[in-house]
């Protein structure tokens, strides 16, 4: 198959891409493709909302933009973080014209949420299923576009590049360049290529690496693997957010459902095994201080009091305000027998977003040519060292904007497209200036030549493999997985315990690729290699940081080192 362009996953991140390129360029395909039901996504999870400066009169850009570089801990990049939190809001009005909708007062103005970090009300929000909702919108208006296709239930295995035509590919090849992927269809079990010129990656997080987490199933880390397969950049992957509150329920594992942070920011308090409210002991912003502070807290009250929970106290807010903001919250407690009214919620901190990923520019071009990478898959140097709540959907749409840039302006350099100035009106001169065109490397054959010559890309090859003979092998070893990520790689690591976990890592990694060279490929497998060379990414990433910084907290370094830096793999 071969297609114009070609975006792997249907989240915030891809759909919007994908909107973009195919308003553009109507004549050509966008090509869709993901391994689950077009919505399943982290997108679709997300509650509290989306951070942008909306009240002039109150906020601004400079304080956004304050709250994010603090919540960064010294490791965002300034400028990135200037051209989000000022792009931030001509791209929420264009989901707002897609026709996503978000709380209004009587008055017509938008409700402003507050979340920790923030030191304003600016967090926008549907209820608290404002992803969901985005979500909708997004697909809807994909459905509308004539010129995209999304492909559901395939899987992207691999990307393409000159290592499968043959060349010798190092981290040092100074022009890797990708021509598709490879995937795998499990409409009917067979492996296709898919051939095209430029390939967006919008895979989305990494959680499920963990025991428990607040993403669904399908965040498995699979682009960021694919990449480091591929030998292009990842960086900064140690820094694991876990989100303090998700709601514990005995004895689960897999995807927990969120207490969105917006609870505490309309009064929520959280107390520890006596009900004392603990918070004021750890930050002068108490239950409102940033992700990493307030996970740490409660990870450091659940260790003193035994206890596997602490409490999400909210007996004391007015019922019927709960339960507009918070319908989805107030009817999942009240399915368990929780009444928010009368009952605290047991919540306790589960792995939540990946601050790290595939290393990008500021045009989310990737260090593979022809491909690039937005959303949580992507480390565009927004987040640093811990993203402040609320600022990962506004991301995603300002780099999937930024992508679709980059493509108008790398498409008229190469002659293949007619893209005017005036269609690149946004884009300043100087920024016109910095993007980098040009076909890959003369090392290899550009994505054009290749096509022309009938595809030299080769089919898949399945020599010597059959059925997996124990499926339970693979459920068992990422059990391992899980377990030993969450206890040695979790919200406070020391050197031992990082140590230990790179050792029975490459244990797993050696027995899944031997698996891999001799079996048949499932989702379930390519699942598990991928989930395996994520969690040596965070743990290789978490041993390298000689320092304690943000998200990443080592007993044995306990402070910040002078030496700033991003760990790149
Ligand atoms: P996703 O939305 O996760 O989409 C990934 C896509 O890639 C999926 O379609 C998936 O099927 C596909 N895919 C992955 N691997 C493959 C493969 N191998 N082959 C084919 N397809 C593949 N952020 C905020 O800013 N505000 C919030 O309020 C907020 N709340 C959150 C609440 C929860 C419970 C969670 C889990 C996250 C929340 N976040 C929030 C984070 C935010 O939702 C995500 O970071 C963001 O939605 C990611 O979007 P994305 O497009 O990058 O990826
Ligand atoms: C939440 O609603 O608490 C999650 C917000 C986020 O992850 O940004």
Not at 2 to 13: E, H, K, N, P
Not at 464 to 485: A, F, H, N, R
Not at 505 to 519: A, K, M, R, W
Request: negative net charge.
């Amino acid at each position: 198959m071969q297609t114009d362009y070609l975006v792997i996953g249907s989240g915030i991140a891809g759909l919007t891409y994908a909107l973009k390129v195919a308003q553009h360029f109507p004549e050509k395909q966008v090509t869709i493709i993901t391994k689950a039901a077009a919505d399943e996504t982290n997108t679709k999870y997300a509650q509290g909302g989306i951070a942008v400066v909306n009240d002039l009169e109150n906020d601004s850009f400079d304080k956004h933009i304050e709250d994010t570089l603090i919540a960064g801990d010294g490791l965002c990049n300034p400028e990135v973080v200037e051209i989000v939190v000022k792009e931030g809001p001509a791209r929420v009005q264009e989901i707002i014209n897609w026709g996503a909708q978000f709380d209004k007062d009587p008055e017509g103005d938008y409700k402003l949420g507050m979340e920790g970090g923030h030191s304003e009300f600016r967090i926008l929000h549907y209820k608290d299923v404002t992803g969901k909702e985005m979500e909708r919108a997004l697909l809807a208006a994909v459905e509308r576009a004539p010129n995209i296709t999304i492909v559901k239930h395939c899987f992207v295995i691999d990307i393409i590049t000159q290592h499968h035509l043959g060349y010798l590919v190092t981290k040092s090849t100074p022009d890797i360049c990708c021509y598709g992927v490879y995937v795998l269809n499990t409409a009917n079990n067979q492996i296709e290529k898919i051939i095209s010129n430029t390939t967006l990656l919008a895979t989305g997080g990494n959680g499920q690496v963990y025991r428990t987490t607040t993403n669904p199933y399908i965040a498995t880390g699979d682009g960021v693997a694919m990449v480091y397969r591929a030998k292009g950049r990842i960086e900064n992957m140690e820094f694991i957010q876990f989100h303090p509150t998700a709601l514990y329920e005995a004895g689960k594992r897999g995807q927990a459902f969120l207490i969105t942070e917006a609870v505490r920011g309309d009064g929520g308090i959280l107390r520890n095994s006596s009900g004392e409210a603990f918070m004021e002991r750890y930050d002068h912003r108490k239950d409102l201080a940033p992700r990493d502070i307030v996970a740490r807290a409660i990870d450091n009250e659940m260790k003193i009091g035994g206890t596997e929970h602490v409490w999400l106290d909210c007996r004391h807010m007015e019922t019927e305000k709960f339960k507009d903001h918070f319908p989805n919250i107030y009817e999942k407690c009240l399915s368990l027998g929780i009444d928010v009214a009368k009952h605290m919620i047991p919540v306790a901190p589960a792995a939540h977003y990946s601050c790290g990923g595939i290393k990008t520019d500021e045009w989310g071009r990737s260090s593979i040519k022809n491909l690039y990478a937005c959303g949580e898959c992507a480390s565009t140097g927004l987040h640093g060292a811990n993203r402040l709540a609320s600022n990962s959907l506004l991301e995603a749409m300002v780099f999937a904007h930024r992508c679709y840039k980059s493509l108008l302006q790398t498409s008229s350099n190469r002659g293949g497209f007619a893209a005017t100035p005036g269609q690149l009106s946004g884009v300043s001169s100087d920024e016109s200036n910095t993007l980098q065109s040009g076909p890959c490397g003369a090392a290899a054959p550009s994505p054009a030549t290749l096509e022309r010559a009938g595809g030299e890309v080769p089919d898949w090859n399945a020599q010597g493999t059959s059925e997996p003979k124990e499926m339970i092998l693979i459920t068992q070893s990422l059990k391992e997985l899980q377990q030993v990520m969450s206890d040695y790689v979790g919200i406070v690591r020391n050197t031992i315990r990082l140590e230990r976990a790179i050792k029975r890592i490459d244990l797993l990694f050696e027995e899944t690729e031997g698996l891999y060279q001799t079996s048949t490929v499932s989702p379930q497998l390519l699942e598990l290699r991928n989930m395996i060379t994520v969690g040596y990414l965070i743990t290789k990433g978490a041993s390298f940081r000689k320092e304690s910084r943000g998200l990443h907290y080592n007993v044995d370094f306990p402070d910040k080192s002078d030496l700033v830096q991003n760990i790149v793999l």
